[in-house]
């Protein structure tokens, strides 16, 4: 695995192995988390792997401190700790108050703290929202 700086405050990133037969489809993935921020990069597709298994694996990751992670959010002009592009602010499907980044020429995504966590708890309301926006709309 290659050693990775953090894209928001360029502290070294550690990589974080997720092992266990619990995880199943998931197992052996990687994922860097900051020793400064506490941010978290996924590389293409491993955020979406671990939504599957969500709640525990999310506070086993997310352990940065969510107000450090608001202050981080508002960082622009940031480049991928990958491929070095500028990488665009997206808004979390269902969670629009969510808003995580994303490279667009690897498909890497960067969680600030307590961001990922979030993501992969779902209120009530923001679930009912989410089924409602992919219902089908009937036309008279």
């Not at 290659?2 to 993935?29: A, D, E, F, H, R």
């Not at 491993?46 to 999310?58: M, P, Q």
């Not at 202050?71 to 269902?94: E, L």
């Not at 108050?97 to 890497?108: D, L, V």
Request: proline residues 4%; contains cysteine.
């Amino acid at each position: 695995t290659l050693v990775i700086n953090c894209p928001k405050c360029m502290s070294l990133m550690t990589t974080l192995s997720i092992n266990g037969k619990l995880l199943g489809k998931v197992n052996g993935v990687e994922v860097e988390r900051c020793e400064g921020c506490g941010g978290l990069w996924f590389d293409r597709g491993e955020a979406l792997l671990l939504k599957g298994v969500s709640g525990l694996v999310a506070q086993r990751l997310d352990t940065g401190d969510p107000r450090l992670g608001a202050t981080m959010n508002r960082a622009t002009d940031v480049a991928c700790p990958r491929c070095a592009r500028i990488i665009t602010h997206v808004d979390y499907p269902g969670q629009n108050h969510i808003t995580f980044e994303q490279c667009y020429a690897c498909q890497g995504q960067f969680f600030d703290a307590g961001e990922f966590k979030d993501a992969m708890t779902m209120t009530f309301g923001e679930r009912v929202r989410t089924a409602l926006a992919t219902f089908p709309t009937v036309r008279e």
